[in-house]
Every structure is written in C-alpha cells, then in structure tokens.
C-alpha cells in the first residue's frame, strides 16, 4: 500500500450512484454468460461493456472465450481485435498490472496497487472498485486506508471518515502498521479541514507523523529513487500524477517531523523534489528543509527560496516591470490585527477600499473565498477565526459576452504549457464547477487555447506568460490568469501548488490529455535529467 500522500485530488462532489449505474449492466451481462456457457453473444456483449468502460483487460477472458466459442463469429473476432488493440494502446506498467488482477483476481496485492495507481490518475470509480476487491479478500486494513483517502478526495465525507476510523479500530489489534495509520489520520485530518475544524486537523495530523516521517513508495521498474519533501498540510505538488506510482521509484519526507539526523538513514536518491509548494504552508518547516537542502548533495527541484517568492503579497514585487502583467494589490493580515480592530477597520487601515476579495491563508480551490463590492458586505464577512487573511483588489474580468474566463499554463523548467481554460458566469472560475461539459462551444475555444495559445490570447499577452515562467524560475509553478480588453495579463496566482493530472479516459475532458501528456512527458524527463539519466 502506498504511504501517506495529501495530494490526491478529484472531483467535488460524490459519485456512488454513477460507479453503480455503469457497474450494473456489467454484472447483468456477467450473469447471462453463467447462464449461457455455450454462447459466445453475451460474451461479446460483456467484452464490449468493459471496453466502453475502460477496462480493457478485463474484457479480454470474455473476448477469448467469445472467439473459442465461435471461432467464424465475426462479431466475436472483432471484439477480441478491439481488445487487443485497447491493451497495446496503453501504458504498459498500468496493463500489466491490470491484466494480473483480471487474471488473478485473488491476487490481494495486486489489487491494492491498481486501486492506487487508479486514484493516483483520477479514476475514483476504477480505485473504488479495486479497494472493494482487496476488502472482501481480507485486506481490510490497507483496503480502508485507501478507501478513506479516495472518499476524501471527491468529498465524500462521512465515508472517508467512516473507512478511516475502520483502520485506527485495528491500531489495538496489531492490524494496522504506522503507514496506515498515518493515512487514516491524514484523512481524518482532511475531513477535519473540509468542516472547519482546524484544531481537530492539527490534532490527526500530529498524530499521523509523530511516530514516523518518511515513507517509501518502491517501484520495481524506475531506475532511480526521487526523495520527496513534503508538508503535512495541504499545498504541495501533485506528485502523484507528476511521477506515476507504478513507473517511479519514490522517498516521501514529511518535513514538519524531520529530524536532520535522519538524513543518514535516507534511502539512496538520485534527485530530489521540493514538492511544498505552498509558501505559507512551508513556513511551519521552512528551517528544516533549508538546513536540508544547503547539505544536500543532490540536484534539488524548486529551491524553498523561490517558492517563497510567490507569496500572494509578495507577488507584485516578484513579477514588478514585466511588461502588460498586472498584478492586482494584495495585503496580509494577521490573526491578531483582525482580532483587535475587526476586519473592515484592519482592510481600511491597509490601504485597500472595496470591492476587494478576503481568503484565509493556505485556502485553495476558493474555499473560504468571499467577495466584498461594498463596506457592507465586509462587515458581514466573517473569516475563520486564528488564521492570517488576504485581502486582495478585485478587478472584473468578465468578457463581453458575460463569461469570466481563467487561463491556466504550467512551468516546467520555465517553459510555459497550456493547461487549460476555464469559461464560467461566476466570478469565482474553477473548471471543475463550470457547467462547461456540455457546451461544445467552450470546450471548443479551450481546445483552442491547448492548440495555440498565442493565437488564443494574443503574441502581448504570451510574451508575458513567457515572461512569468522566467522570473518565478521554478523547475514546476503554474499560473492562472485572465487576459484584459487590452491584451495585458491580470494575474490570479503564480505558485508550484496548481494540480496537473490526465483526464479520466471516459470523461467529458479527455480530449484534453493529448495536451497534459506533453507537460508530465516534460516534468519527468526534467527529473531523469537531474538524476543524471
């Protein structure tokens, strides 16, 4: 089972009945083969349900038996070609993993593996359906970790808690080791978080990394080892998507918990990844990983003194006489100055009249996020108590068409690569909560930005994306940013926390991965580079 990870992520809402819905017809075709041992048609029924479905190898025992059954069955044939040439079109690590459990479905194991390596490429319905497995085969333990850590990341929360306190229930036992328990604790943690309890998240967390701090994530096939630091909270790097977990042999440090002289007890790295890239969720083991990584002997991804560059209010100074980059005025508040004068009169006090944007330092995805036109609506405004704030200038970007529309580019090695545009009628754009999945229209003109995204928003406008990606000078950052009626970048964010994943092969984006491959193909040969390979 892989070691803990926080960087999982997945769609915001749930998906129970849809996995259902889609296994449904599956199961039905299943049984009418047992009823029919002769027959090849609800064999190639079957065999062209899991393909449709995305699952390939397990479509191939039906297909065979289809063929053996009508060997002059056209039908039959055609069925096993679509198979095979499914399986050849594939990752071949993730085949062949997926053709030992179709074909050794008691194999525990490997059941676990693919339940993780489903997760770690946004495929909760596949990873849900591969843990289930592991459970009924008695892996209880490392098959409700995983359970509790997918059901987090598309926010189902009573069942990642549920599956979650199953694991700490066989802490007594002996049936949970360290690992698991630190995953359970993590996602307890998570759900803490996502109800507002920020005690209670500190809490899980402690616990999850007090007893041990680095984990390994062996992969027989990589051909070297990538020592990864991490923060214990949310903002890091999606590693998980970065460098696979099949093909990528990897450390994982908790630095909040390191202690320096673990580093003789460090496995064997050829290179290693500063995945903390969240300033403000480094500032709670800046000193460690500093004292790290001015020994470290290794190439270092994403030096910590860059990260820090991108703080929200730091980031005007940082891209400060980049040409057509508009930085929109950001300040930060402490806990303690909103206590003492309330927030509307601390935002007076900082120079910034509305309409003016307040977010709790370390929110990502808009959560906690309130927008304020008036004073009015600042007073009603009531941020988490304990917690720095940033109050940012709003600038309305809407277009004229009454859409708001955020671009996103991620850096790798300073190069810029479109990622992907978001196109809402909500000022707050996030592409997972735009209605986009059936307007072709937008998915249209995205496909365009992922085509060409100079002629998308204009030579002025790339030049200074182009531009951003230099000065951040970061091996990974992204950046989300609108373009003005002008043609001048309005920058959202720069920093090296923006996820980057495949889309689910049968999901409305998919035909935005040709597009994403480009950026991990870019991120790993980069790492291969340092490694020395």
Known sequence: ?????????????GWGGEAASASRPIEALRAACARSPNSARPRIDLARALLKANRAAEAVVPAEQAVAIAPGLRAAIEAREAVMAAL?????DLVALELTCALEPLNIEAQLALGDAYAALDRPHDAERHFKSALSLGRASDANAGLSMLYLAVGRLDAAEHHAQAVLAGEDRGVADDTLIAMACQTLA?????????EGAARHLDRAYARQSLYRQPAAASPFTTLVLLTRSQGNISYQSLLPPLRFDRAV??????????????PPHAVVLNAIGDPDAALASQDVVDAFVAQCERPVLNDPARVRATFRHRLAETLAGIDDVIVPVTVRLSADEIADRGLTDAVAEAGIEPPLLVRPVGSHGGVGLFRAEDEAALRAIVPPAGLDAYITRFHDTRSADGFYRKYRVIFVD???FPYHLAIGRHWMVHHQSTDMAGDAGRIAEE????????????????????????????DYAGLDFAVTA?????VFEANATMLTHLEPPDGAFAVKNPFIQPILDAFQARLAALAGL
Do not use: K, N
Request: glycine share 12%; aromatic share 4%; with cysteine.
């Open 88 to 92: 050849q079109a594939g990752d071949p």
């Open 486 to 490: 002008g043609g001048q970048v309005l």
């Open 414 to 416: 300073r190069r810029a």
């Open 1 to 13: 089972m892989a070691s803990p990870s926080s960087t999982r992520s997945g769609p915001a809402g």
């Open 447 to 474: 496909l365009g930005f992922l085509r060409d995204p100079a002629a998308a928003i204009g030579a002025r406008a790339m030049a200074a994306v182009q531009a951003i990606g230099q000065r951040l000078d970061l």
């Open 190 to 198: 998570g759900v803490c978080t996502a109800r507002g309890d920020v």
């Open 253 to 266: 440090w908790y630095m909040e918990h390191a202690r320096l002289e673990q580093i003789a007890d460090l």
